[in-house]
């Protein structure tokens, strides 16, 4: 068992930039695949940004790639989300998920076992 919570959300001008956090307690936090996902109102929720256990292998959603940088510090039991050039359509409640399966980055919602509770990012235009 896991617990995250996520920090860092809050209102931004379009092409600004923000940093999320994802903080876990309970299991050992090195053995988790990590991904950050987000939800508008009214759209299902999507992959943004995964990255294996080891920080070896990383994946982006098309619409982040070149702007969103994923990243882990196993110590601090924390994954990242610097998020830049922000533009309207980011906006969204931000999920960190946690899954111990394999070794590669997995973007289906329904294998992640372990949520946060979300952290909203509104960017205004």
């Known amino acids: 068992q896991v617990q995250l919570v996520e920090s860092g959300g809050g209102l931004v001008q379009a092409g600004g930039s923000l940093r999320l956090s994802c903080v876990a307690s309970g299991r050992t936090f090195s053995i988790y695949n990590m991904a950050w996902f987000r939800q508008a109102p009214g759209k299902e929720r999507e992959f943004v940004a995964g990255?294996?256990?080891?920080?070896?292998?990383?994946d982006y959603a098309d619409s982040v790639k070149d702007r969103f940088t994923i990243s882990r510090d196993n110590p601090k039991s924390t994954v990242y989300l610097q998020m830049n050039s922000l533009k309207p359509e980011d906006t969204a409640v931000y999920f960190c998920?946690?899954?111990?399966?394999?070794?590669?980055?997995?973007?289906?919602?329904?294998?992640?076992?372990?949520w946060g509770q979300g952290t909203q990012v509104t960017v205004s235009s």
């Open positions: 998920a946690a899954h111990s399966r394999g070794i590669s980055v997995i973007t289906r919602t329904h294998l992640y076992d372990y």
């Open positions: 990255i294996t256990r080891s920080g070896l292998s990383i």
